[in-house]
Nanobody
Framework: QVQLVESGGESVQPGDSLTLSCAAS????????MAWFRQAAEKEREFVSG????????FYSDAVKGRFTISRDNVKNTVYLQMNSLKPEDTALYYC???????????????????WGKGTLVTVSS
């Protein structure tokens, strides 16, 4: 069983930068594809970014492409989300997610995720 703990969420102003972290424990971290999802108030959870176990495949939603960067450190068992040029519409609860190795499901869908963190809140407001 994998445990995921997010950190780094806070209230910032438009245009600011912020880095989220997700520490994983309880499994072989390098074998999991990792992803970030987010859920804004009264909206469905949506995919933000994903990264394969060896970082050779990286994905972004159109909403964050060019502004956000995902990375991982398989020694520290941590995945990061660097967020630049933040906008009010980036306000959401950000979830870290892990997908088992060999999954046949897409990483960018809820049903493709095997483990979820509890989320960290990012608020972008002037």
């Amino acid at each position: 069983q994998v445990q995921l703990v997010e950190s780094g969420g806070e209230s910032v102003q438009p245009g600011d930068s912020l880095t989220l972290s997700c520490a994983a424990s309880g499994g072989t971290f390098s074998s999991y594809s990792m992803a970030w999802f987010r859920q804004a108030a009264e909206k469905e959870r949506e995919f933000v970014s994903g990264i394969s176990g060896d970082s050779d495949k990286i994905f972004y939603s159109d909403a964050v492409k060019g502004r956000f960067t995902i990375s991982r450190d398989n020694v520290k068992n941590t995945v990061y989300l660097q967020m630049n040029s933040l906008k009010p519409e980036d306000t959401a609860l950000y979830y870290c997610a892990a997908q088992d190795s060999g999954s046949i499901y897409p990483l960018n869908r809820d049903y493709g995720i095997n483990y979820w963190g509890k989320g960290t809140l990012v608020t972008v407001s002037s």
